[in-house]
């Protein structure tokens, strides 16, 4: 089989860096060439020294869409707003696009424009990107041309609630989802709000009235659901770099109901999904560096709800990882290659 | 005025050593003796360099109720279900009694029991024994001589209910109290679950299915509101050493209501708790070292929910600085007295 | 007696922060105003929350010379290169200056200008600007008008190497400096290499080749010496925020020496210097918040060597506290007022 | 090829779990059994949740030599004082031993006895033990039925070094290592000065006067000077689980020599030291999870020294990592193989 042809186009962030580190073990896949207009010229491998001797011959490049023509997929790893952009232009050259940004993860053009505080470039390819979250959209993303990478949050939160709404078993208004979240979410950017001095021995929430992730996790879960889903929604950040919790409440409709064999059997067959026995307590380190989502589910009976305790790492289920998965998906390749190692832990 | 001379009983914790550091800066405190099995004889500056030049001539001596006699106050710092061994004594000298334990804070001696899986020592002496919140309780304080130091996560999630509960605005079933706290709130004790390589890098949630404080928690709301209520409870284990974020979810009877002006006015006068403007996400850092409780509260229009954010310092306002607090209305100093430093930060 | 009145230049920063606290406790100080040009009419206590309760009335003005004509001393916690422009008129008003900067710092202006990269505004002050260390110029910072405060590194390292160099028991070409910060050192500027991600969980060595603090410390401790002194001085950047470790090697000329005897004697009357038992290690931690550097000296009679370590709070007497200890001895206070409080630990 | 057939004494603790991390991804290693006392009937992924999915019918069994039989080489990554219990038993039954541990890192059983504190089971094998350190030691380990692994500081230490040892260019009595370390070097046992409220957010040196790393190096270096080195060893505890960081100072015998062009040389083909460009810093996070030691030098001309700056991950190159490594040479694979990760950053 032949390699993968891969370009990247601004690899310079969180999660472009961690995209090169999971490549460098993925047997299938080479880059090409990756962009950035800040580090044009530079080699990689000066700018991350941690990836010295994988990647010795690739250096940034001015973007410019015709590097990519060579490509088979281009990920974009870059802020919002500029992967639309690019999107026509692959699509005429048939080259794949899986766009870790939030461009093509809400369907509707005018509730996008709302949150980003823009107008999209290319409203009409919303309808024909695929949501790439494998464990809901498997089949439609095998056959996808364009690809929108989840949220970090969304991937956590959906999956964590999405065996108790396929299934109807909770009052789908009385959803809460309090996430924790490291500082990487936050990306390289040089902001005051995420230097050490400001984040290490302290917690807040943020963004408590509306974070652009609620649209997106409702979206999905309605989707999921099949009726219209409302969430409460309340991020933190965390003194740590990666990794988020997701603790999420509902209220069930009967207390007639097993959770546990419920959650096991929905993702039975799931490579990245690992549901925990009962009673436990998942700790973000436990994937750190890998693409699980790792689940427990509680029933707390006295006041009949459920309590899922959902963590992944944002940069990789959270992003990259996903993003190599959902390529694996669209090439036909095993949907696991290059991201079944373990946890770095401690 | 004399100084009040203070007894410390199991004084080499993390409480312990913070109500030492608080009342070096106390303009009428003395610490007369202060006791601990294991590092009888030892300075307590030897233990803690960080008190050198505060506490001289200050060495743990061996625990033996006759070294209280001599004290106005007793401040004991130490695990469950050893302060009510020492409570008829003291009494019986009319030596007043602050625990930070919580051998007296649930006033049913059969649900204590079931919690804190031994009988109670004098179960007669809980319903003497005041509940040392002083924002809920500060009358009966006043004229205590038996006080039960609230527990560090009771009294963030209390101070964040309670102008709720109080005016009857919330479903008293609905409650959900998302916590987040330093790992101090765990005490000095060797244990591998709270290795630095086991805590950094990484949340959890622990006890989601019951947590001791759950109950001190309901029966102190259940005061406030005069009805029984019934909260979810999570607590959550974070990589920093002070603070805790709680996370307050409640559903409100109607929209009709000014939650800032509310929360403003039910703590207009009260030195220790801190309402912050509309739209504010307190940080834990911005109370670290001090004795105040910051809250902001965010009303959840669509959802019809208040949402409450309130951080303490788990080590201040939740165990050592309350204490401290209590002792002054005890004694009728200022109730601020020794306790007005700003926090430390960065 | 009659308060202080203080203005303060540029107190954004985390200096300017630190400061602001270290006051609040300060029972003859009373801040009359403090500049900022980037958050001018913005109260203190709304950029920083921790300050909430303490400066209510104050908010930042506009810079300009004018404000501080009603101050009987001026604190410049400024970067470099901002205070020397404000000193003569300052001089002019009869208000003294304590600048944070290394504006005053070298005597020699053309050393100067090679390290910090600018033309000097008023070389003819460098002569009478006295260098801030109390335990070497506590006589002529008594008489002062403008003091030059030291860097972080610079107090550190001179307090421990002082005793040894002021006997001329080490060979003065051997020192080493193997200096380890926290972060809150390189300031609250929003820059890449400071963010929690590129900082928590690593360590590294920076400016190996040349940093501006060593011209600073030669100068300084060849003064003690009273002879040119060479050091090789090695910074490096520590995971967390507040805290100095200088790890100090020297070549003794003869091992018949009494190290410990030596230090204690040394700092015996000093109110901010402590000097640990044999054998000790003295962690930064037990000096948080604190205006103490605390020294242990160990023989190395083997390989012939005195091993200095020496912590301090960077932020304290690293920076605002012994500004205001400098203050206190310039204005014939007792010299440990407003700072005589123990360390925040854990 | 046939796997090779691995048994892991002790591996509850965070070598043995790095161990079992990497083992999984390694092409042609097969674990056959684990063994601990205090966990035996338990699953490997109950403890360690990381590895669910990776070793799902392994059990920790009870430690009892026969298990062993089966295997081509055994690790013990157990405290100092337990592998030299089952040495002989292992070659008897002609399995290779690798030892984690110190047990066969000293070949004098008299120094070996004097830093370990008890008699030595086996000294008659203490000579025939190969030391571990593949840059140094190749063709001897690829011989050896007995490696014992180097220390975590020795391993940072001795590649720093070694090119200015072999090739005699530094007074080979002013050698200093100032090293820094992440705490899970202290491994994973319950220890007061281990915990998170103990470490975070502060630095210190230990063992100052003596630590047992030093006798370990100093024979290293020796063997590598071909004469008698004697080296000042300071550690000091970072607020950080992994790395190492090595800061070594030497006198040079000349300012005549290019130190860039000499470490580039001597590491030119070793696979796991990488010499990184004049005038870096690495920094530890630039080797998290990887065998790698990245090294700069440094020329302080103006005092005729070298400054060596050296980092690696102390469970992987210190530990584990490099007992893989070791593996590999004695069985005859390629020496990268399963180790050719790139970091884990951010």
């Not at 010795?56 to 992967?83: K, M, Q, R, W």
């Not at 089949?139 to 939160?157: D, H």
């Not at 999904?273 to 790792?294: E, M």
């Not at 694996?328 to 079944?340: K, S, T, V």
Request: charged share 15%; aromatic share 6%; glycine share 8%.
């Amino acid at each position: 089989m032949n390699n993968i042809k891969i370009g990247i186009i601004g690899g310079t962030g969180y999660t472009g860096v961690e995209l090169l580190r999971l490549l460098a073990q993925h047997p299938a896949a080479e880059v090409l060439c990756i962009t950035s207009r800040s580090e044009r010229g530079r080699a990689v491998s000066d700018l991350y020294p941690s990836l010295r001797g994988h990647y010795d011959d690739l250096a940034y490049s001015e973007p410019d869409g015709g590097h990519f023509a060579a490509c088979d997929v281009v990920f974009a790893a870059t802020p919002n707003g500029i992967a639309m952009n690019y999107a026509k232009q692959l699509q005429a050259n048939e080259v794949k696009l899986i766009d870790f940004s939030a461009d093509f993860r809400i369907s509707d053009a005018a509730l996008w424009s709302k949150w980003y505080g823009m107008e999209h470039a290319c409203p009409e390819l919303l309808v024909q990107a695929v949501y790439g979250l494998p464990e809901v959209n498997r089949k439609q993303i095998r056959k996808a041309n364009l690809v929108a990478n989840p949220g970090c949050y969304p991937t956590a939160v959906q999956l964590g609630f999405a065996p108790l709404l396929q299934d109807g078993l909770v009052d789908v208004q009385s959803l809460i989802a309090d996430c924790k979240s490291g500082v990487s979410g936050a990306g390289r950017g040089a902001a005051v709000a995420n230097l050490f001095s400001e984040i290490n021995e302290s917690v807040r929430a943020y963004n408590a009235m509306g974070h652009r992730h609620q649209p997106e996790i409702e979206q999905g879960l309605s989707h999921i659901a099949n009726e219209p889903v409302q969430m409460t929604f309340v991020p933190h950040l965390m003194p740590m770099v990666r990794g988020i919790h997701a603790t999420l409440y509902a209220n069930l409709k009967s207390n007639d109901v097993d959770l546990q064999a419920l959650y096991e059997a929905h993702y039975a067959s799931e490579p990245f999904v690992d549901v925990l026995p009962a009673g436990s307590h998942p700790d973000t380190r436990s994937v750190r560096g890998t693409n699980i989502c790792r689940i427990a589910v509680h029933h707390l009976v006295q006041s009949q709800q459920a309590l899922v305790l959902s963590v992944e790492d944002n940069l990789v289920k959270g992003a990259a990882g996903q993003a190599i998965q959902n390529m694996n998906i669209m090439f036909g390749l095993e949907e696991a290659m290059g991201l079944d190692l373990p946890a770095l832990l401690p």
